[in-house]
């Protein structure tokens, strides 16, 4: 069994920064790749930010130049520095991770969601 813990979320003041942070522990062998997606009630999850092999980095327009996306391999772990963050910014954050288990089968886990509000 393999679980994704977030952290870090809360409440910010436009031009405020936040860093969250997901930790993967469990039955996993390694983790191919990483990210944030976000979701707002009534809207679909849309991707924030994904890192592959450590280094290889994606981001949605929205962020880009705002938020940079990490991972600490020996650690298991993503972050998600948000710098200059927005109203529109507001949304829950779900960390995700694609993890090749102990068994041999990659499976892609989710995890429980962290709040991030934005709010003069």
């Known amino acids: 069994q393999v679980q994704l813990v977030e952290s870090g979320g809360g409440l910010v003041q436009p031009g405020g920064s936040l860093r969250l942070s997901c930790a993967a522990s469990?039955?996993?062998?390694?983790?191919?790749?990483m990210g944030w997606y976000r979701q707002a009630p009534g809207k679909e999850r849309e991707l924030v930010a994904t890192?592959?092999?450590?280094?290889?980095?994606n981001y949605a327009d929205s962020v880009k130049g705002r938020f940079t996306i990490s991972r600490n391999n020996a650690k298991n772990t993503v972050y998600l520095q948000m710098n200059s963050l927005k109203f529109e910014d507001t949304n829950v954050y779900y960390c995700?991770?694609?993890?090749?288990?102990?068994?041999?089968?990659?499976?892609?886990?989710w995890g429980q969601g962290t709040q991030v509000t934005v709010s003069s």
């Open positions: 469990g039955s996993l062998l390694s983790i191919n790749a």
């Open positions: 890192i592959i092999d450590g280094d290889i980095t």
């Open positions: 995700n991770a694609e993890i090749v288990s102990i068994t041999g089968p990659t499976y892609i886990y």
